[in-house]
């Protein structure tokens, strides 16, 4: 026979050429008459069964004949090779592609395949579904193979998937959505030097300049080459341009992709696999490298004066293998140097030209371009050392792609539903499936074994059984994918598409008594094995013999039912592919109530096993036969309940993987109401357990039947809630590893709405418990029973609020050892908007209780119900706020304790911007109350609502302001007691710069009110609103200035009675330096009103604003200067003259003691 196989005519019948009958067994004869789906040259190629043997699926199902007819059917492909069989060449656009696309083309007619090509070669068969809008599902591989290659590669997957087709048809299998075949175009680059023509243009990969540019080695160019097998011109693509627009798809044409494949390699044969279910294609790069040198004889030639560019590829070559092997952590990186062209190519010749090619592979994108990066460096380091020419460009580069899980988990699902072993691989191996996913199509790959792991040679074999085997899995994949068109009633209308499902002339939309037993669905206990013991009843709901508590396959289709989709309806449509859950022909967009009750499905209470109790009442809420206060496995699946990722849908597809959570149609970008009850998400009061009673009015919110008030492990894995980092989203990846904490699209860094409300975070008020309630006006902020009046634990977890270190982004890592306190990405040293609303940090007013109410416009700050006015214990510990030693970082350490106060990871001592705004702490001016207005213009300075001016007791503990002892650094010790008032870590008797400014002390002027304005220039020194002219109550307790006795250090002794007025721990009698500046007290000039201005400088000693040449009170007691000498004098004269007298009583006394001591000797 011929190389297209002239030979004798056979019609009507096709036998199983090369395979003995007699492991047929009992098979009756007509099971071995085929029908016959390809004619070529009068040479017959089958696959499928015969109609007699469709008709007898007991006899097919007790039978494996998938795999031989599939081998018979490659058999027949085979020879439509440019070569002999076993080695293969078919080369895209010439004589045997054509005939093989023939073959290809019959079979697809066979299984009635609607057909359809596109100008660059790509052949496509459909399948209709019962839902011709719905996206299809599609599979198929190529027929192409370079010169000397096998039998397998890609045709399986071409023809394999026909098969599976036909397996679906003879079951009566209706599917939902369409499924097509196709077959690529250009594969493998053996003519154009380019793989996967075909797929880059189907993905729109591949630009018209680019595709200008390919051509064969005669030179004919694509779109010339294409014409002439048939395509091109011929298909009215006129130009490159054309066929880019004519051959690109839309991805939202397609649900899924799965490709069937050998596997080329040996894993699977080696472990004894039988399927490989592909998690990622490798990305493939391509180098080109050209070394050039002088040449010479090899026997003229010194080692030592050569320029060998053969020398320069070798090396470059095995730079190649130490880069791929480099990967120690798996085995995904690979390197191959399969060309390299020596000129002239003679054995006594020094190479003059060495061009080579490297090909890299990886799944790793960073990997891949690292390796080629580097290659190219390793390339031109070694032409420098060996001083040899280079000219060294990158070819191509693919990045690499992961495949998609909810094509490998169909996968997984159909080889353990036949009882096939499988394992989770990466293709190294370049696919069309590369570019499927490119596209966006959700994409993945079967692999099943190949002989030793030879491919691309003619030694390349599968054997009839592991054929089978990937026909069978493709055919599940196929079902499982595509959805089932269920049809109650058998009036030939799919349910989804008749609107009386049951045909009992009750439109479906009205019919709530589906069995017509008179009483509602809504109400009937279900029943599974239809045993007549409601499954609440039952302890084997399936009747399979497995009791419930052990039983994980409750439809016993060999998939564990955690891996199943949800498919409400039972119409085979999985919810998360079904428009209808209920199939009760309202859209479940629009559709509020679910099971036709009349009762919307936001106000019903969950029951989760179909028992008629609500789980809230529910003692055993999964019916598994273990108390919900003992069951930490709720699926049964073996994987305890707070280790598995939240898949809210059903779908199979976790949360965080999954752009539409509830499954609803609307994405959750966009998604405000995800139970569709019309109240947005935001708005609604939380129902943690789903019994209808919202947290803040349950005991019991997770309903493990321990009240909330004792209950310190909600998720009952063992762990106290208050160790638990927080996962916001139930990802699985704890909010400081997860960079959108949400799951909404959108990163943490990006997102100011995290509940998509509309309102930006910093607008809203907190409700810490989600009860509806703001916290400002909730008296349980955290919904435990306990009045916040009266909690001082609001975690439950024992340790008393104070004492906890502040963890603000609650992963876990207090914020005093935490670089990143809210979680941004953004290191808390270079953080200056906390909380993203686009307002820095320092010009925001303070809001301690979240309330939406800056604290200065907020009269009770800390929402404990108790006003600021009257409110001496902020945190509520039983100490009162005066006697606290303040922790301005929340890290436990009060300040006077801890070297790095703000926690910005800057030592105190060298800290000049506590803030981070950029401006040094002592220009800011001082805001006392956080309110966003400086102290001198804020007329209530520590926002207790009482004017400044009538506030003599600025931190509400009762003592006035004047008697109480300084304490500057707060540390709780009184300056005078205190060794370093400022808490910089320098004591003060070495201390000359107590604001760090760099400015020593002596010569920074006075600014008595802090409010940047010194006070010889500030006409209100104490900010009290009274200008300094009319003010001599500075201090404002009441007693006129010039009464009051001075207290040069604040410690509340007066200087009179104070043995160290400084308080510089030298005592006065000792002390010279009052003001430790280095110049002894007697050689400094006097400056009074300590503006820096020495007197006899200073027009305005005192600094009341009135020059002292017009000044005749100085220290503004209302007595004029002058009188007040006159009578100073008069009191020195007094004072004289009572010391003297005092003098001579003194001498009298003694001269009186000393005569009476004689008289009595």
Known sequence: MSR????????????????????????????????????????????????????????????????????????????????????IQRIVYTPSDTDARKIVKNAMKAANLNIREDCAGNIYGR?????????????????????????????????????????????????????????????????????????????????????????????????????????????????????????????????AFVELHIEQGKILEDTKTDIGVVSAIAGPAALHAVFTGPGGHAGGQLMKHRHDPGLAAAELTLAAESAARANTQTDDSVATVGIIKLTPGAV???????????????????????????????????????????????NSIDLPHTCAPIVRSAISRSARALKLTQRPMVSRAYHDSLFMGRLGVPTGMVFIPCRKGISHTPEEYVTPKDLGNGVRVLSLILKDLAGEAVDSDGDGIPDHLDDDDDNDGIPDSQDN?????????????????????????????????????????????????????????????????????????????????????????????????????????????????????????????????HLEAVDSDGDGIPDHLDDDDDNDGISDSQDNDDDGDGIPDHLEAVDSDGDGIPDHLDDDDDNDGIPDSQDNDDDGDGIPDHLEAVDSDGDGIPDHLDDDDDNDGIPDSQDNDDDGDGIPDHLEAVDSDGDGIPDHLDDDDDNDGIPDSQDNDDDGDGIPDHLEAVDSDGDGIPDHLDDDDDNDGIPDSQDNDDDGDGIPDHLEAVDSDGDGIPDHLDDDDDNDGIPDSQDNDDDGDGIPDHLEAVDSDGDGIPDHLDDDDDNDGIPDSQDNDDDGDGIPDHLEAVDSDGDGIPDHLDDDDDNDGIPDSQDNDDDGDGIPDHLEAVDSDGDGIPDHLDDDDDNDGIPDSQDNDDDGDGIPDHLEAVDSDGDGIPDHLDDDDDNDGIPDSQDNDDDGDGIPDHLEAVDSDGDGIPDHLDDDDDNDGIPDSQDNDDDGDGIPDHLEAVDSDGDGIPDHLDDDDDNDGIPDSQDNDDDGDGIPDHLEEKRAKEEEASRAKASSDASSKKKAKKAKKKKAAKVEL
């Open 127 to 255: 399948w209709k579904g019962a839902d011709e809008s719905a996206p299809a599902v599609l599979t198929g591989s190529h027929t192409d193979a370079i010169p000397g290659s096998g039998t397998y590669d890609g045709t399986t997957g071409v023809l394999g998937a026909i098969q599976a087709i036909k397996r679906l048809q003879e079951s009566k299998f209706t599917p939902m959505r369409s499924v097509e075949v196709v077959m690529f175009a250009t594969e493998e680059p053996t003519r154009f030097g380019l793989s996967c023509v075909g797929s880059r243009l189907m993905a729109g990969a591949l630009p018209p300049r680019e595709l200008a540019t390919l051509r064969d080695e005669n030179g004919t160019t694509w779109l010339d080459a294409a014409t002439v097998g048939g395509y091109g011109r011929k298909k009215k693509c006129h130009s490159v341009e054309d066929a880019v627009k004519n051959v690109k798809l839309n991805k939202n044409d397609y649900h």
């Open 4 to 87: 297209h196989g002239q030979g004798a005519p056979l019609v009507g019948v096709c036998t199983l050429r090369g395979f003995s009958l007699w492991w047929l067994g009992i098979i009756h004869i007509w099971f071995l008459c085929l029908l016959c789906v390809g004619v070529v040259n009068n040479n017959v190629m089958c696959v499928g069964a015969s109609k007699a043997a469709s008709s007898s699926s007991s006899a097919a199902a007790s039978v494996d004949v998938d795999g031989p007819l599939l081998a018979l059917a490659l058999q027949q492909l085979a020879k439509t090779s440019e070569t002999q069989p076993p080695s």
């Open 513 to 641: 008594d589906d069995d017509g037993d008179g009483i509602p669905d809504h109400l009937e206990a279900v029943d599974s094995d239809g045993d007549g013991i409601p499954d609440h009843l039952d302890d084997d709901d399936d009747n399979d013999g497995i009791p419930d508590s052990q039983d994980n396959d409750d439809d016993g289709d060999g998939i564990p039912d955690h891996l199943e989709a949800v498919d409400s309806d039972g119409d085979g449509i999985p919810d998360h592919l079904d428009d209808d859950d209920d199939n009760d022909g309202i859209p479940d967009s629009q559709d509020n109530e679910d099971d036709g009750d009349g009762i919307p499905d936001h106000l019903e209470a969950v029951d989760s096993d179909g028992d008629g109790i609500p789980d809230h009442l529910d003692d055993d809420d999964d019916n598994d036969g273990i108390p919900d206060s003992q069951d930490n496995d709720d699926d049964g699946d073996g994987i305890p309940d």
């Open 348 to 394: 006594n010749a020094v190479p003059t030209r060495a061009e080579m090619t490297i090909d890299i592979r990886d799944d790793d994108a960073k990997r891949l371009q690292s390796n080629v990066r580097q290659l190219q460096e390793t390339a031109r380091a070694i032409a420098k050392r060996r001083g040899v020419g280079l000219q060294i460009s990158v």
